[in-house]
């Protein structure tokens, strides 16, 4: 048996943040995380072992809602799935806190307001060292200076934003989370950094952390079940797998940031007498209100212009974030995206043949040579467009103990209407062809809402401290807690979170 005062289950943007922020409480703290550090070697910043290797990615398989296995994009180590995101760190939009009406239902209002999160925004922030403009962007809410200036855009796309605003449009810089070591390379969009320039929750928050003598981090350690009291009232021990051992951990307080998916899996997992269900479950919500943005990768293609920008990922346009055009309804937001490489299209080729039929999927590949030559001349975006709550859609676990992810998007017809749009943007600034990819159904990023957060117990998983209702000294501190999926990027929203939490924690139970 190991004795720890506090237990972080995750080391994401959740875990990462809650240890960095409470380590300096002098508690004894024990980080657990399921994976091992990222090495920084050559292959970070290669395209075909991120992409077409998986290199860095899980090789574990979950089930669709037809119970078909898929690999969930979803990375085991420290830092979590920070270490490959395109560090976009955008705040929620004040109005994103209220109910808003989407035409194909109502995101619901959150517990909290954005208020009660600014100043932890701001924080945040000067965590993550994130770059951007305050003023620039019209949906914004209210805030003090970002801590650093934009990243300024590159001659390619400075042209394209001058030209957007001669369509009437309000393109804003891109907040981005990047050290001052950064060299603004081509492989920062789902790579990890080999110099560590990335603002991620290994980098700015465990590392920190595990500098103090009173922290300490397993790693290649997995969770697998919270053993409660005989009332159910409390966790007593954390089962831990680790170095093929079965270990034990007691704490008074624990914290799980797992992700989620898998923190949702990890309460179900520990179904006891107490918590038939699944722990912290009376509500019946763990698991349920999966949601996950609705992404689609955009590249407008011009034979004639080639685009020699390195680092592309500045912009954004929020037009339509709360009303389309053409569609009185919220549709979402456009971002620029990091450049894609010839190998990475080549990898989406043979995704989609395989997703269409096991046949095409023989067809020989295109060589990445003419996959060079196309993205050369092309221009990268994303849209993407709110996913809503629906409670059939929703995490379990299996018999045999495997992950099943019940997943249907939602609000199609807004994010048509912004595909559309975003369609209609680029053939105005000149682009031939405008191709697109979507992951659908099998998307695992930005992924929330599975342990809801509120003030009613009957109705939430968790309190607005992110405390579960049923268990006094479980906390989850992860995208589990969101109400809503926004529109944005969740990573800001988090962290903000998670050293409101961390603030909380010190100024009562410790």
Known sequence: MHTFDIVIIGSGAGGGTMARELANTGRKILIVERGDFIPQEDHNWNAASVWKQLRYRTTETWLDETGQPFRPYTHYCVGGNTKFWGTVMYR???????????????????????????????????MYQV???????????????YPFPPVPHSTVVGNIVERLKQQGLHPTPLPLALRENCIFCNACNSFACKIHAKGDADVCGVRP?????????????????????????????????????????SAPLVVVSCGAVNSAVLLLRSANASHPSGLANSSGLVGKRYMAHLATMMQGFHPFRVNDTVF??????NDFYFKGSRLNYPIGQIQS?????GVMAQAAQRDFLASRSPLLALIPEVPVWAFDQWVARGVDWLAMTEDLPREDNKVTVEPDGRIRLHYTPNNLRAHRELVNETKRILRKLGFWIVMTHSHKSKNTTHQCGTLVFGTNPKASVLDTHCKTHDIDNLYVVDASFFPSSAAVNPGLTIVAQAIRVADQLKATLL
């Open 209 to 249: 952390a595990i500098a103090r003598e009173n922290v300490t981090l397993w790693v290649n350690a997995h969770a697998r079940r919270l053993v409660t009291n005989a009332s159910g009232t409390r966790v007593e021990t954390v089962e831990i797998e680790r170095d093929g051992m079965l270990e034990t951990v």
């Open 337 to 341: 995206q990091g450049r894609t490489h």
């Open 131 to 145: 770059h951007g403009e305050a003023g620039a962007d019209p949906t914004e809410g209210p805030r003090n200076p």
């Open 312 to 317: 592309q990922k500045t912009v954004a346009l």
């Open 92 to 126: 929620l939009r004040p109005r994103d806190f209220h109910a808003i009406e989407h035409i194909d239902g109502t995101s619901p209002a959150w517990p909290i307001d954005y208020d009660t999160l600014a100043p932890y925004y701001d924080r945040a922030e000067a």
